[in-house]
C-alpha cells in the first residue's frame, strides 16, 4: 500500500486493487477466463444433454461428479471445517435458492438460444447491488441506481416483454438470474459465520440429493456415451468452481468481474456451430448496455473503496 500511497501519478481502480491484493492480476485474469470457458462448454452440454434428458438428471449429475474435483483439489482441510454447520436456516435457504436458479438455467439454455440465456444472466451484478439494499442495509448512492436502472433497461430490451416467441423462456432465464443474484447475497451473509468449503459441500449435497430423490419419476437411461458425457457434466462445472475460486483469491473481485463478459464469445459461438444459432440485434443491444452498467457498478464500487466480496465467495456459481 505504500507504493500505491506514494505514486504522484493517480492509479486507476483496477490498479489500486491488484495492489492492495497483494495478488498477481495477469494469474488470476487467466485463471477467469479458463472459468468462463468451462463454464461455457459446460453450459453447451447442458443444452445438448437437455434435448434427450430430464432437467432433474442433469442436476443430479452435475453435483454428483462435481464432488471428484472438489474433494480433490478444494476440500482437503479438515473435514470438521467442511462439516460444521453454524446457520443451518441460513444454509437451507441458501441451498434452496441456489438449486432453484440452477434449474431455470438449465431449463433455458435447453429451450433458448445459448448466447442469449447468457446475454440475461449478466445482469446478475445489477441484481446483486439492488438487492444489498433490503437484505444486507448497505448503502447505494445515486451513481450506481442509475447504473441498476440502466442495467434493467438492458435487460427489458433483451426480454422484450409483450412479444416474441421466446419471451416465456427469457422470463425464466430472467428469474433463473434473480435467484443468482440472491445465492450471491445470501453467500456473503453465510460467510460471516460459516467457511467456503462447507458452503460449497452443503450446496452441492442438497442439489445432488434433492435432484437424486426425483430420478425414479424422470430416470432417463442413458447409453455408454451419453453417460460418459454426464459424468463430464459435472467434472467440469466442479473444476470451473475451483478455478473461479482461485483466481478471486490472486486478485480483487473487481479487478477479476469483467472478464466474466467474455461468456458472450464463447455461448455465441458454440450456439452457431452446433446448433446455428445467431443473437438478434436486441440481445447485442440489451447485453451491451448490461455489461455497461455493470462494469460501471464494478469500477465504481472499486473507486470507493468497497469491500464488497460477494464473487470471492461465490464457489458455487453453477
Same mark, same amino acid.
Given at each position: 500500500?505504500?507504493? %500505491? #500511497? *506514494?505514486?504522484?501519478?493517480?492509479?486507476?481502480?483496477? $490498479?489500486?486493487?491488484?495492489?492492495?491484493?497483494?495478488?498477481?492480476?495477469?494469474?488470476?485474469?487467466?485463471?477467469?477466463?479458463?472459468?468462463?470457458?468451462?463454464?461455457?462448454?459446460?453450459? /453447451?452440454?447442458?443444452?445438448?444433454?437437455?434435448?434427450?434428458?430430464?432437467?432433474? #438428471?442433469?442436476?443430479?449429475?452435475?453435483?454428483?461428479?462435481? &464432488?471428484?474435483?472438489?474433494?480433490?483439489?478444494?476440500?482437503?482441510?479438515?473435514?470438521?471445517?467442511?462439516?460444521?454447520? *453454524?446457520?443451518?436456516?441460513?444454509?437451507?435457504?441458501?441451498?434452496?435458492?441456489?438449486?432453484?436458479?440452477? =434449474?431455470?438455467?438449465?431449463?433455458?439454455?435447453? *429451450?433458448?438460444?445459448?448466447?442469449?440465456?447468457? =446475454?440475461? @444472466?449478466?445482469? /446478475?451484478?445489477?441484481?446483486?447491488?439492488?438487492?444489498?439494499?433490503?437484505?444486507?442495509?448497505?448503502?447505494?448512492?445515486?451513481?450506481?441506481?442509475?447504473?441498476?436502472?440502466?442495467?434493467?433497461?438492458? %435487460?427489458?430490451?433483451?426480454? #422484450?416483454?409483450?412479444? @416474441?416467441?421466446?419471451?416465456?423462456?427469457?422470463?425464466?432465464?430472467?428469474?433463473?438470474?434473480?435467484?443468482?443474484?440472491?445465492?450471491?447475497?445470501?453467500?456473503?451473509? +453465510?460467510?460471516?459465520?460459516?467457511?467456503?468449503?462447507?458452503?460449497?459441500?452443503?450446496?452441492?449435497?442438497?442439489?445432488?440429493?434433492?435432484?437424486?430423490?426425483?430420478?425414479?419419476?424422470?430416470? %432417463?437411461?442413458?447409453?455408454?456415451?451419453?453417460?460418459?458425457?454426464? =459424468?463430464?457434466? @459435472?467434472?467440469?462445472?466442479?473444476?470451473? #468452481?475451483?478455478?473461479?475460486? +482461485? /483466481?478471486?483469491?490472486?486478485?480483487?473481485?473487481?479487478? %477479476?468481474?469483467?472478464?466474466?463478459?467474455?461468456?458472450?464469445?464463447?455461448?455465441?459461438?458454440?450456439?452457431?456451430? &452446433?446448433?446455428?444459432?445467431?443473437?438478434?440485434? *436486441?440481445?447485442?443491444?440489451?447485453?451491451?448496455?448490461?455489461?455497461?452498467? @455493470?462494469?460501471?457498478?464494478?469500477?465504481?464500487?472499486?473507486?470507493?473503496?468497497? $469491500?464488497?466480496?460477494? =464473487?470471492? $465467495?461465490?464457489?458455487?456459481?453453477?
Amino acid at each position: 500500500m505504500a507504493a %500505491v #500511497q *506514494n505514486t504522484t501519478t493517480p492509479l486507476s481502480p483496477v $490498479k489500486v486493487l491488484a495492489a492492495k491484493s497483494g495478488s498477481r492480476p495477469g494469474l488470476a485474469i487467466g485463471l477467469m477466463v479458463l472459468a468462463v470457458g468451462l463454464f461455457a462448454v459446460m453450459d /453447451a452440454m447442458v443444452k445438448w444433454l437437455g434435448e434427450d434428458y430430464p432437467m432433474p #438428471q442433469l442436476i443430479f449429475f452435475r453435483g454428483l461428479f462435481a &464432488f471428484v474435483p472438489l474433494f480433490l483439489f478444494m476440500f482437503r482441510g479438515s473435514m470438521r471445517d467442511i462439516l460444521r454447520v *453454524n446457520d443451518p436456516v441460513g444454509h437451507l435457504i441458501r441451498c434452496l435458492v441456489g438449486i432453484l436458479s440452477l =434449474a431455470c438455467f438449465f431449463y433455458a439454455f435447453t *429451450n433458448m438460444p445459448l448466447a442469449d440465456a447468457v =446475454a440475461i @444472466g449478466f445482469a /446478475a451484478p445489477v441484481f446483486v447491488t439492488a438487492l444489498s439494499v433490503p437484505l444486507l442495509g448497505e448503502k447505494v448512492g445515486p451513481r450506481r441506481w442509475t447504473a441498476v436502472l440502466v442495467g434493467f433497461v438492458g %435487460v427489458m430490451i433483451m426480454v #422484450q416483454p409483450g412479444g @416474441g416467441s421466446l419471451d416465456s423462456v427469457a422470463l425464466v432465464m430472467l428469474a433463473g438470474t434473480l435467484c443468482y443474484a440472491l445465492a450471491m447475497i445470501l453467500v456473503r451473509k +453465510l460467510s460471516r459465520t460459516e467457511t467456503s468449503a462447507s458452503i460449497v459441500f452443503y450446496f452441492t449435497l442438497t442439489a445432488t440429493l434433492l435432484s437424486g430423490a426425483a430420478l425414479p419419476f424422470y430416470w %432417463v437411461t442413458p447409453s455408454f456415451e451419453d453417460l460418459l458425457w454426464l =459424468a463430464g457434466l @459435472g467434472l467440469v462445472g466442479g473444476t470451473a #468452481q475451483i478455478v473461479i475460486t +482461485l /483466481a478471486f483469491r490472486y486478485a480483487d473481485v473487481a479487478l %477479476v468481474m469483467p472478464f466474466e463478459y467474455s461468456a458472450m464469445i464463447w455461448a455465441a459461438l458454440f450456439g452457431f456451430m &452446433f446448433w446455428g444459432e445467431i443473437p438478434g440485434l *436486441n440481445i447485442w443491444v440489451g447485453v451491451t448496455i448490461v455489461i455497461l452498467s @455493470g462494469l460501471y457498478i464494478l469500477f465504481r464500487e472499486a473507486d470507493l473503496g468497497l $469491500k464488497r466480496g460477494v =464473487a470471492r $465467495k461465490l464457489h458455487s456459481k453453477r
